[in-house]
């Protein structure tokens, strides 16, 4: 019998409140692992192994067990960049038993720009070769996008101490956004990336920025990926806008073909529509934004609700959309008491925020 190998590291985090602090961590990581809690102790599984912490004197001892050294890395990261999110400002402490041995993050991929061209209107689309595009296929759909200085030869982040990302500083400072990988190419290499560009004016849009001037040859990164998964469900109800657009139409085009699928996707106009590829069964209703009465910002909101009504409990309830909408039919689909692990709900934007 083979021995099943597996890498291990602890952690103690001193915050003001450790009790406050677990259930922070409980309440938001239910959405990307299997979470147990019992008093003070809580147990996290994913995809990359398992977290326990548990309080004790007034901190917080954790416990990783990983499958590879990668991942425990990555493990590492992500719990690290969290706690210090919840900590919000407050004292806060982070020590690890070992320090990190890896000299890069494990995750990060270079990529190069092919092509860049326009989907519609509004949403430009960037094609980048990678050297291995494995990590992005059937997995997670998101990435952390970073761009060098125009002119400058990359830097990359590394490790802090702490496990969190040591990002470059200075002339050396990245772009950064958070962007859905839309459709891998195993055969050629290559990843698709869609970018929304904002019309609206006065608005900062650097990201938008960097797909409307990019050449073939430039160079970027992609750090991941990282949530957003595909739903594994015979029922998949979609709802979001044009920032979900990548997103959702990757999840039809991955859905296997006894799924049934109903998209509800709000745009612009007409010219914003895209067709929707899939094997399965889709169902897409359109909400044209220009069309709306004036005023009329909750449209979206309310047709989701509608749908969410019409839905049976075994039907995957899947939204992306403006952070105040995302909330409101969070709280809706709480109320119904929709099962958690059959649903995923998520902002892409905050509106009146005037940045992209």
């Known amino acids: 019998m083979n021995a099943v190998h597996s890498f291990k590291l602890s952690g103690v985090a001193v915050p003001a409140c450790a009790a406050q602090m677990l259930d922070e961590i409980c309440e938001h990581f239910v959405e990307h692992a299997e979470v147990e809690r019992k008093d003070g102790l809580a147990v996290l599984r994913s995809k990359l192994g398992v977290a326990q912490i548990k309080i004790e004197n007034a901190q917080l001892l954790i416990e990783l067990d990983c499958p590879t050294r990668e991942m425990l890395h990555m493990s590492r990261t992500v719990l690290a960049e969290h706690l210090f999110y919840f900590a919000n400002g407050q004292p806060f402490e982070l020590t690890w038993s070992e320090p990190t041995s890896l000299s890069a993050l494990p995750n990060l991929h270079e990529v190069t720009v ?187 909101v309310r047709e989701a609700k509608a749908a969410i009504e019409a839905a049976n409990d075994e039907t995957f309830v899947w939204v992306a959309c403006e952070k105040s909408d995302v909330r409101t039919i969070k709280t809706f689909l709480k109320v119904r008491k929709h099962d958690r692990r059959m649903m995923y709900v998520a902002w892409y934007w905050e509106r009146d925020v005037n940045t992209a």
């Open 114 to 300: 092919v092509s860049a061209h326009d989907v519609t209107p509004h949403m430009r689309r960037v094609i980048f070769s990678c050297a291995d595009v494995t990590p992005f296929v059937d997995g997670d759909m998101h990435v952390r996008l970073l761009v060098p200085p125009k002119g400058k030869p990359p830097v990359w982040p590394g490790f802090r101490e702490d496990g969190r990302i040591s990002w470059p500083e200075g002339e050396n400072e990245l772009l950064v956004r958070v962007y859905t990988i839309r459709s891998v190419d195993r055969d050629r290499g290559e990843l698709w990336v869609d970018f929304v560009q904002h019309p609206a004016p006065g608005v900062s849009t650097p990201g938008a920025d960097f797909a409307r001037d990019a050449r073939p040859g430039d160079v970027a990164a992609l750090l991941g990926p990282g949530g957003g998964g595909l739903p594994e469900a015979r029922s998949i109800l979609l709802i979001g806008d044009e920032s979900a657009l990548p997103a959702i139409a990757r999840i039809a085009a991955e859905a296997p073909s006894e799924t049934t699928m109903r998209a509800i996707i709000e745009v612009e106009d007409m010219a914003e529509e895209q067709p929707l590829q899939t094997d399965g069964m889709l169902n897409v209703q359109w909400l044209h934004r220009a069309s709306h009465p004036n005023g009329a910002a909750d449209t979206l």
